[in-house]
Every structure is written in structure tokens, then in C-alpha cells.
């Protein structure tokens, strides 16, 4: 019997050393491949930022969609028991870059549209308006090419326009062509100052909107952190004729991905144009008093924010 139960013990202890020693060397094997993948990860990480650094076109865009809609039937405790809703937003922020060594292409671009509807059932009209109108209409294009004096300085060119483009296109259209220096002191960052600059402004109405000769400035910032992407475009026009026919426009747009391309954005856009205040005073004007002109106009800043869904391609 206690031959037997030696036995059994010797093959219990013998077995149990087996499992043991085969543990050890799985965990073994497992650290080895673990240093392998990441090697293999290094390697991987390496040819990417090859890809990423490779002077040629570069292609790239991201953007906001944004949409809400309501109907209401008999909902007393609001002010219109009945109406319908609606809003419609859509910001797009398409790039095509090229980078060689003695020279560089950049073409970048914003759109902004937005519809909006509101129809006041209670009121039974039936000339009430129930359609979509527009209440954002943003179209901005710009065209960047360089030869490299030195690393971070350029001799350089620029074409911008910008317009509306679902109600009155091209009145007032804006096209910026001028001559200066591009300079970039930090990746990602392009600083443009064109001292000749010709603005030629396209509308209907020549008493307000004109054309002049100006410098044109341009600052252009962008970076990705993970998920998250900033554009941020600042660009303006000083005349040297009159500086009621300077401009300039400010747009950052943010967007962070939460889930395969789609996540959240926002845009918000300035804008100062003193002849595009005076034009819609004008138009708003009754008659009465004394009419609105560069002197007596209420420039405001003009504001636009967009906040949807967003969705990087």
C-alpha cells in the first residue's frame, strides 16, 4: 500500500512539474513574441512617418453635418401650438498640399451652408413661407505657391476668392491676386504677407463695392492631437486707397473623432466688411432719415458657429 501511494505521489509531482515547466515556457514564448510585435510595430510606426514626411500632394479634408427637425400638433403650452422646423448645416474643409524641395502648392478651401425653416401653422396663411431658406452661405478658395528661398522663407504667389454660392453668387465676389513672401517658422503653420495685392470685388452695386490695391496677410494654422483636428485661417485685406474697403475673415474649425471617422465638430467664422454692412444697410433702409453711408454705418462684427456631426476623410 504505501508502495502504491509512492507511486501515485511520484506521478502526481511528476506531472505537475510538467504543467509547470510547459507554463514557463508559454510565458517565454509569449515575452518573445510581444518584443517581436513590437519591433514589428516600431518598423511599421517608422514607414508611416517616411509616408507622412514624403514631399508630394498631400489630400485631406474634414467637416461638420448638423441637422435637426420638429413638428408640432396642438402643443399648447408653447407660444405656436402648431409649426414645423427645421435646420440644415454643412462645413467642409478640403486641403491638396504639395511640398518639393525648392518649391510648394498649396490649395486649401471652406464651405459653410446652412438652411432653415420655421412655418407658423396657427397662422393659417397660406402664403406663409414653409420652405428651407438660407441662413449661413460661406464659399472661400484659396490657391498658395511658393519657391524656397531658404527653409522656413519663400518668394510666393497667392489667388484667393470667396463668394456666397446659393444666393447672390459672385455679388459681392472677392478675388485676391498678389506677390510677397511666405513664411514658415513652424511645422504646420504658414504665414503668407503679399505687400503688392490687387482686390478686385466683383457686385452688382459699383457705388459701394470697389476694387483697390492693398497688402494682403494670410495665417494658416493646423494640427491633429489623436481624434482631434484644428484648422484655424485668418486672412485680410488692408487697402491702400481707403480703409473702408479693407476686410478681413477669421475661421477655426474643430472636429474630434469618436468612432471610425465620425465625430464632432464646430466652426466659428468672423468677418469684418465695412461695404458689405453699408450694402445691407442700404437694402434695409425704409427712406426715412438720413441714409446710411461710410460714416454713419453700424459695422458689426459678423459671427457664424456650426455644431454637428462631423466626419473626417
Request: aromatic share 14%; charged share 20%.
Amino acid at each position: 500500500m504505501t508502495k502504491k501511494l509512492l507511486s501515485i505521489l511520484v506521478v502526481v509531482f511528476t506531472i505537475s512539474a510538467g504543467f509547470s515547466q510547459t507554463k514557463e515556457e508559454l510565458k517565454s514564448e509569449q515575452k518573445a513574441k510581444k518584443d517581436s510585435i513590437s519591433a514589428i510595430q516600431a518598423r511599421v510606426d517608422d514607414l508611416q512617418k517616411q509616408i507622412d514626411t514624403y514631399p508630394g500632394w498631400k489630400f485631406g479634408a474634414f467637416g461638420t453635418i448638423g441637422a435637426s427637425f420638429s413638428n408640432f400638433n396642438n402643443w399648447y403650452a408653447q407660444g405656436s401650438p402648431n409649426n414645423s422646423a427645421g435646420n440644415i448645416s454643412i462645413t467642409v474643409n478640403p486641403h491638396a498640399k504639395l511640398d518639393r524641395d525648392n518649391y510648394f502648392w498649396y490649395n486649401t478651401a471652406n464651405i459653410n451652408l446652412s438652411w432653415v425653416k420655421f412655418d407658423d401653422k396657427d397662422k393659417d396663411d397660406p402664403n406663409d413661407d414653409d420652405s428651407f431658406r438660407e441662413s449661413s452661405d460661406v464659399f472661400n478658395v484659396t490657391s498658395l505657391f511658393g519657391y524656397k528661398i531658404t527653409k522656413s522663407l519663400a518668394a510666393s504667389t497667392l489667388a484667393e476668392y470667396r463668394t456666397t454660392i446659393i444666393k447672390n453668387f459672385n455679388d459681392p465676389g472677392y478675388l485676391d491676386l498678389g506677390v510677397g513672401i511666405t513664411w514658415t517658422p513652424i511645422e504646420n503653420l504658414v504665414v503668407v504677407v503679399h505687400p503688392l495685392n490687387y482686390n478686385f470685388v466683383f457686385a452688382d452695386n459699383d457705388a459701394i463695392f470697389e476694387s483697390s490695391l492693398g497688402a494682403k496677410v494670410v495665417a494658416n494654422y493646423n494640427r491633429s492631437f489623436g481624434g482631434l483636428k484644428f484648422n484655424s485661417n485668418l486672412s485680410a485685406f488692408m487697402s491702400y486707397e481707403d480703409s473702408d474697403l479693407s476686410n478681413w475673415t477669421w475661421i477655426n474649425s474643430l472636429s474630434y473623432t469618436v468612432w471610425k471617422g465620425i465625430g464632432l465638430g464646430f466652426e466659428l467664422g468672423l468677418r469684418d466688411s465695412k461695404q458689405e454692412a453699408l450694402n445691407y444697410a442700404l437694402g434695409q433702409w425704409d427712406g426715412t432719415g438720413t441714409a446710411p453711408d461710410f460714416d454713419n454705418v453700424d459695422n458689426a462684427v459678423q459671427v457664424y458657429t456650426t455644431f454637428g456631426l462631423s466626419y473626417n476623410f
